[in-house]
């Protein structure tokens, strides 16, 4: 009787049980409110000691690394979630999100514009 091979474990496999990456509240991915989903991770990430990057990118990574080890199991509404979860970090907490902030804008109008006005 031949006895059976074990398959060979996915890199994805090993990377989850023997990284050192941070720490991720359990049940956060099964959420199926993205804006949930990315402050959550991003809260990990920012409380972590355990990354090599600024927090928006290690939460990034993680979102994207638990879509693709998550791969054909995934529903097509979930992935939908997950990716809106990305969509969110992007906004929220991405590089530009710091510099889209509005300014406050002053109600007095500039002397310049006021000369304008006046030679019409």
């Known amino acids: 009787m031949a006895t059976k091979a074990k398959p060979p474990k996915k890199w994805s496999q090993h990377v989850t049980e023997t ?3 941070m720490d991720i509240e359990a049940g956060t991915f099964a959420s199926d ?3 949930k ?3 959550t991770v991003e809260k990990d990430a920012e409380e972590s000691n355990r990354r090599n990057s600024s927090p928006y990118r290690a939460a990034m990574s993680m979102l994207t690394f638990y879509i693709n080890r998550a791969g054909k199991n995934l529903t097509p509404k979930h992935r939908k979630v997950l990716e809106d979860a990305k969509d969110v970090l992007r906004d929220e907490f991405g590089p530009k999100a710091a510099v889209a902030k509005p300014k406050k804008t002053s109600t007095k109008k500039k002397a310049s514009t006021k000369k304008k006005t006046a030679r019409r």
Do not use: F, T
Request: charged residues 35%; positive net charge.
């Open 33 to 35: 409110d993205p804006r």
């Open 37 to 39: 989903i990315a402050r």
């Open 19 to 21: 990284s050192n990456a």
